[in-house]
């Protein structure tokens, strides 16, 4: 077993900033926005920091697709723990459309080539809540798949994860290799600290294209508009019951 | 006394008001002064009628205020720093510490030397905490980078048009922009500061100098000589209460033989360097401004690129400094930046400089720019208005001041960013042949720069700043506003700034306001939400947030004085002056009485509440770098 565990971390716009529908309702503004790591994908890095800890697996390989500015993700990966890093360049268009279809052919091209152990991800994406790319990665890959982890234990060639599910917690053991996404209760992130970041400066992030990992980017959806939600309308007030059949047949909702 | 001179008519009258004036103030300094002797005893009744459910809850847990060498709960945590050496360390990533930054770097190139500059800044990336109106003086930019054009600086929109009025309630009365008057700004781009604080990072990352964006500088070192030996990054993982937590870390130190710190007005370190090598026993206290702002993207009918809108007047009455500002940005879609500055002189507790923000805006000549128009950001900060007479000493062994944190704004132009370039850079020159000497000859391990002094006062930010002097505090007469506009008139326009004589201002912001039962409560209208908006809302808007399960930023020194005192004789001003909806004052849960809600994750940073707070015992501190408002281009 090569003991290689690779996380995905995506960049992501920061969850408490306002964000604001283009003039050209084709998506979000997000020049010189904030941008952070997607939450989940901390917990993902800090799980993965965690069992290198323990032993358990010699190296975390971060990876993040993207821009230029992706590499500033994969930074502050690298600044939590992660031994080195894979920056996929995807720009422009291809970067517009890109989806958890495209994102875990790549991440399941590289599990291959980097021969690893075990994928672990961030549940979901808190940009466009897809809740696809782990699920997805693990069919390409034709791997196990313990997805919404809230705990992950190695058991010799096994792993043993407790996922939260609708009715409670739901305990499986998949076999290595296998694919993991991360829930909110799995750990509680370290801080990426200055020291840390400096060091980081000097870990490698390889770069590499799409293309070479031999991944088609081309998208099967075609968004065709963004709109901000509707205003909230005030409600009524009604004193009887009659009342409020009248206003509901007044509406149209009856 | 006055020197009065016989063949000036109009001066002898001013000199008579400012003399009479003076007096006045200082009968109404000694009001104050014995309103304070009287307050222990109104403290303690107070206290006892406040005190029925027992001790004031605890609400500061800091461990500046508690320190943790005696609490239990630290003991037995690895407090050891890791520590770095670096050549220069500046604190700050605003428009002066970044101009240091660059221009060291230009000349380590230039003279092909090797030099290691690291610059802190608290926000999780350049230009996240930067807010102005801005109106930029190209001066100090053309100064540093010659072929900004060339590199992409973000000054896009040249000012056209340049109008001032002073408002009533419903009229306007326009002011002509003749050429001298210090607000005019031919030649000035309209600028969203942010997006050029944000070039400037990129200019000095380019150049090699490395930025440190999300760390805060929480302490400063010294050497055992009394020296400045650098800063310390803050410590992380500390829990609300102040115990440490599971992912508790130390902050990093950072040393060097020169520190410079840029930490914008009212910087925290500042106010800690000041009372450690006493910088500001020679100058009068630092008197300020908080300036309120909003961009908003308009109807395109109602757009005018490079229109630059200046008012005072309405809503404040003519004893109140302040104004309003609206710009109209070229910089793609109908953009206007838009604002209100009122001076924290300001003596009425009652007042929200929020809402007197909100209901400028319903103004005739205002409203209709915005009517149609979406409201994409707003944020706060506090500016400084003491001009030359409230410049500190600039140096001490170990370190330096830059920018608005002494404060350098030419306020009746309303612009301080040239100044806090060109003192960033002259920084820069006066420390470089003293750091890169081979043999240094210096009495303290940490390298005192005075020659920074010498080359700021005989450079132009000192005669430009030397010219307005006298404007600010002109406005404090009984004619107020009306007193300062014609002595503006008279002695700026006129004369350029040379009367030989140097007004003073009143004293600390926070021992301007009166108490509450002498004040009349102002009737604000209501938001209206599409024009108006309340201050929640708002704050949504400037993108803030903080780590929640941190202590409480803004640190009391006691307790109990905010029920007490704030509270009891002001009637609790830091809910109003809070331009984030930080203090409240709620009813406690058990027995009747109030007590101070302190929700510090709505900071803004702005500095406010240290300043005005009436009793100063307010200590903003910084929190968890990273946090704070995530400003886009204000």
């Known amino acids: 077993m090569s003991g290689r565990v690779l996380v995905g971390v995506k960049r992501v716009i920061d969850y408490a900033v306002k964000i604001r529908v283009r003039p050209d309702k084709t998506g979000v503004v997000t020049d010189g926005v904030k941008h952070s790591m997607n939450p989940f994908c901390e917990i993902a890095v800090e799980e993965a920091v965690k069992l290198k800890e323990k032993k358990l697996i010699k190296e975390v390989v971060a990876v993040s697709c993207g821009p230029q500015q992706a590499q500033e993700t994969i930074r502050t990966a690298l600044a939590m723990g992660a031994d080195r890093g894979i920056h996929v360049e995807v720009t422009g268009k291809d970067y517009d459309t890109l989806g958890p279809l495209q994102v875990s052919k790549i991440l399941a091209a590289l599990a291959k080539k980097e021969d690893a152990q075990l994928v672990i991800l961030g549940k979901q994406a808190i940009d466009d809540d897809c809740n696809q790319t782990g699920q997805m990665t693990a069919a390409l890959l034709d791997w196990p798949q313990g997805t919404f982890a809230s705990e992950v234990s190695m058991e010799g060639d096994k792993v043993k994860v407790v996922r939260e599910i609708d009715g409670g917690l739901e305990t499986v053991k998949i076999n290595i290799p296998a694919v993991v996404t991360a829930d909110l209760r799995l750990n509680t992130p370290r801080y990426a600290t200055l020291p840390n970041i400096m060091k980081a400066k000097k870990k490698k992030i390889a770069n590499v294209k799409p293309a070479d990992l031999g991944v088609d980017l081309t998208s099967r959806l075609e968004v065709l508009r963004v709109d901000e939600p509707p205003q909230r309308q005030a409600g009524m007030k009604v004193e009887t019951v009659d009342d409020l059949v009248g206003k509901l047949k007044e509406t149209g909702h009856i | ?634």
Request: proline content about 7%.
């Open chain 2, 1 to 634: 006394m006055l020197t009065v001179r016989a063949d000036f008519p109009i001066c002898c009258l001013f000199t008579y008001l400012f003399i009479s004036v003076r007096s006045h103030r200082c009968i109404q300094a000694l009001k104050i002064k014995q309103a304070e002797l009287a307050v222990p005893q109104l403290y303690t009744t107070l206290h006892r009628r406040t005190c029925s459910s027992g001790t004031a809850p605890r609400i500061t847990t800091h461990y500046t205020i508690h320190p943790r060498d005696k609490d239990p709960r630290w003991e037995g945590i690895e407090m050891e720093r890791f520590a770095d050496e670096a050549d220069v360390v500046i604190v700050g990533g605003g428009p002066a510490g970044l101009s240091a930054a660059i221009r060291l770097k230009q000349l380590a190139n230039e003279h092909e030397k090797e030099l290691r500059v690291c610059l802190v800044e608290k926000a999780s990336q350049i230009g996240a905490h930067t807010l102005s109106g801005a109106c930029l003086e190209p001066s100090a930019l053309t100064e540093l980078f010659p072929d900004w054009k060339e590199r992409g600086a973000p000054l896009n929109t040249p000012v056209t048009e340049d109008v001032f009025s002073i408002l009533t309630e419903k009229h306007r009365i326009p002011v002509p922009m003749l050429p001298g008057l210090p607000m005019r700004n031919h030649g000035n781009y309209i600028v969203r500061l942010g997006n050029f604080v944000r070039w400037l990072g990129e200019q000095a990352e380019e150049l090699g100098v490395e930025l440190y964006p999300g760390y805060a500088a929480s302490e400063v070192l010294f050497h055992e000589d009394g020296s400045v030996k650098g800063i310390a990054t803050n410590d992380v993982g500390i829990a609300k209460d102040g115990s440490p937590k599971d992912i508790f870390e130390r902050g990093m130190e950072l040393h060097a033989k020169v520190t410079l710190f840029g930490e914008g007005c009212h910087g925290h370190l500042a106010k800690q360097l000041y009372k450690q090598f006493n910088l500001r026993e020679n100058c009068e206290p630092q008197t300020y401004a908080i300036g309120l702002k909003e961009l908003w993207t308009i109807d395109e009918k109602k757009w005018r690129p490079g229109r630059v809108e200046h008012s005072v007047g309405w809503p404040l009455n003519r004893n109140t400094y302040g104004g309003s500002f609206l710009y109209h940005l070229n910089e793609g879609e109908p953009l206007v930046a838009l604002g209100f500055v009122i001076g924290l002189d300001y003596s009425n507790p009652y007042m929200s400089p929020f809402r007197e923000f909100q209901r400028w805006k319903h103004h005739p000549f205002v409203a209709p720019t915005l009517e149609g128009g979406h409201r994409i950001a707003y944020g706060a900060r506090a500016l400084n208005e003491g001009g030359l007479q409230s410049i500190p000493k600039l140096t001490f062994p170990g370190g330096l001041l830059i920018g608005c944190s002494p404060g350098f704004m030419n306020v009746p132009k309303i612009k301080g960013t040239h100044t806090a370039m060109k003192s960033g850079m002259l920084a820069a020159e006066a420390i470089f042949s003293k750091i890169t000497a081979e043999n240094v000859d210096s009495e303290t391990t940490g390298l005192h720069v005075p020659e920074y002094s010498d080359s700021l006062k005989s450079s132009w930010v000192w005669k430009e700043l030397y010219s307005v002097r006298n404007i600010r505090p002109s406005f404090h007469n009984y004619f107020g506003l009306y007193g300062g506009m014609i002595y503006t008139g008279i002695f700026y326009w006129i004369l350029r700034g040379k009367e030989p004589w140097t007004l003073k201002h009143c004293g600390l912001d926070a021992n301007q306001l009166k108490p509450a039962k002498d004040c009349t409560p102002i009737d604000y209208p209501k938001p209206d939400g599409k024009i108006s908006f309340d201050l929640l809302s708002s704050v949504a808007l400037s993108g803030t947030n903080h780590e929640g399960d941190q202590p409480p930023h803004l640190t009391l020194k006691d307790d109990s004085v905010p029920v007490a005192r704030n509270l009891g004789i002001y009637d609790g001003p830091e809910q109003r002056f809070c331009p984030a909806g930080v203090y409240e004052y709620v009813p406690l849960e058990t027995g009747d009485g109030m007590r101070l809600q302190i929700n510090a994750q709505n900071c803004v940073h702005c500095k406010t509440c240290d300043i005005k707070d009436p009793s100063q015992n307010i200590n903003w501190v910084v929190p968890e770098g990273g946090g704070g408002p995530a400003y886009n281009g204000m």
